[in-house]
């Protein structure tokens, strides 16, 4: 297949290793909740949740998708971005054909299962997101490829492309970057909130009318079928994790995104704005933030529950759920035959199909420790909060300084060595090109 290359005459293998590595500090890319099948026999590749396969890098970082960047040219200069316009960097941008011809050639060798595209700004946001819609809509429509598609909603675009591109893809995002207004003026500062709010409530307007549309005309196009979700930096700039949470809980009520994702800050740049990092990117501080994150997406938690104005930072040594449960003793221990289900969700060690497999197991009959551990429970963590039948499994001083000791997991007490490099897998670590 031919393939079309820009005037620089600069190999597509050379654009790819470029703009695959200039993506990996964007971890918004999961591809899960939506159920896209094929409709024409000529199509190629599949939606459907079991057909989406995830793999993670060590840091958690999903890798299933090809992740690329259109261009990591950029007419702004945020000082956190290896790609800023102060930076010098080799630059280089796809064209539509090539990002067609690269996503079609590795779904086909099976080493992808779809597309994140994101980009930097190329002159200016409505000719860069003009140039992302037309890519997706020649794979869509020229390449007949029917698989998971996840693309960046560049903010300060002509809202009528981002809504034709919402039409074509999965999954948008628009990344809020930094969570206050002050941070992004300090170091992004050719961004605003507004700016970045805006598409973010077209894609939820959208979402909400098409779901309403839908129910009326049945085969109506879908927009945006998988949701949006949006990325914020931790440790490039001064916020607390109360701060960072109630920015998120915040963003999941006003703009039903369906992930919030948080990526630890990685130095990049020299610039006296940001911060030093001694002992390497926060990935303790970020595994923190996720956990505390599903307590509040599964678990009922709200954010003030699990950090306060007192308490604005998380114990790294502890995740979230064992902590609030220690400073809250006064609610445990818990009953395991008589508490219902949201009770026994905030018991730690008890996930959700635990407690579900609880209420339903105990219609039949009384249960003990030993049934709790075919069921799946931790209790490791679980013993210090729960009674069976009244009676605990140890005796044990029932006060936080000794629960807590206990409770201090270790293989949690990551250390990272000052020299540790921040890197994702990428698609020439193995010679898949081969």
Sequence with gaps: MEVRISDNQMSIMEKLQILTDAAKYDVACTSSGNERKNTKDDSL??????????????????????????TNECIYDCKYCINR?????????????????????FYKRNYIEGLFLSSGILYSPDYTMELIYQTI?????????????????????????????????????????????????????????????????????????????????????????????????????????????????????????????????VKVNEDVSLPSLPGGPPLLREHRMYQADWLMRFYGFQAEELLSEKQQNFNVLMDPKCDWALRHLEKFPVEINRADYYTLLRVPGIGVKSARR?????????????????????????????????????????????????????????????????????????????
């Design 137 to 265: 809509y020649k794979l869509r429509t020229e390449y007949h490829f029917n698989g998971y598609i996840h693309v960046k909603a560049i903010p300060g675009a002509d809202s009528r492309i981002i809504e034709k591109t919402g039409y074509l893809v999965d999954r948008m995002s628009v990344n809020l970057e930094l969570p206050t207004a002050e941070s992004l003026a300090k170091l992004a500062p050719h961004k605003s909130r507004k700016n970045i709010l805006t598409p973010m409530r077209l894609i939820q307007n959208g979402i909400t009318e098409n779901k309403n549309e839908l129910v009326v005309y049945r085969h109506a196009p879908s927009f945006v079928p998988a949701g949006q979700s949006t990325q914020m930096i931790l440790g490039a700039s001064g916020e607390t994790d109360y701060q960072m949470l109630m920015v998120a809980q915040s963003l999941y009520q006003k703009f039903d995104l369906k992930r919030v994702f948080y990526s630890a800050f």
């Design 85 to 105: 316009s102060s930076n010098d960097v080799k630059r280089t941008s796809f064209t539509p054909e090539e990002v067609c011809y690269l996503t079609m050639n």
């Design 358 to 434: 609880i209420v339903a197991a105990r219609r039949e009959c009384n249960l003990d420790f030993e049934d709790l551990k075919r069921i799946g429970v931790v209790l490791k963590r679980a013993v210090y909060f729960i009674t069976c039948n009244g009676k605990n499994k140890y005796s044990f001083p029932f006060h936080e300084e000794y629960i807590g000791r206990n409770l201090i997991d270790h293989k949690d007490n990551y250390k990272f060595s000052d020299n540790m490099v921040y890197r994702q897998m990428n698609l020439f670590d193995y010679g898949v090109m081969n």
């Design 45 to 70: 590749g599949n939606c459907v949740k079991a057909g989406i396969c995830h793999s993670f890098s060590a840091d958690g970082r999903c890798i299933s998708l090809l992740k690329i960047l259109f």
